[in-house]
């Protein structure tokens, strides 16, 4: 079965940026993607990636975040960049499209000042 773990999150203020880490036990055979899951709110999509490198954004985060892998690391990372207040959620990292029973424990992000 395979395991996420994401890293990286933290407490940052508007218009900073962080860098997100995801170790999976393997990720070459899947697309990847990023989710967010703020308070009250549903599970969302973020990014994703497929094993070739072709990358998709949800509208709210294009032009900020950008997704990447290094499969020999069997790492995803998302650069989050300019980060607003709305992006406050914790972060996880799955197969895109997720496997089931595979989520991790993510890592939450906090934008404020």
């Known amino acids: 079965q395979v395991q996420f773990v994401e890293s990286g999150g933290g407490l940052v203020q508007p218009g900073g940026s962080l860098r997100l880490s995801c170790a999976a036990s393997?990720?070459?055979?899947?697309?990847m993607g990023w989710y967010r899951q703020a308070p009250g709110k549903q599970r969302e999509l973020v990014a994703r990636i497929t094993s070739g490198g072709s990358t998709n954004y949800a509208d709210s985060v294009k032009g900020r975040f950008t997704i990447s892998r290094d499969n020999a690391k069997n790492t995803v990372y998302l650069q989050m960049n300019n980060l607003k207040p709305e992006d406050t959620a914790v972060y996880y990292c799955?197969?895109?499209?997720?496997?089931?029973?595979?989520w991790g424990q993510g890592t939450q992000v906090t934008v404020s000042s």
């Open positions: 393997r990720t070459s055979i899947y697309a």
């Open positions: 799955n197969a895109y499209p997720t496997i089931i029973g595979t």
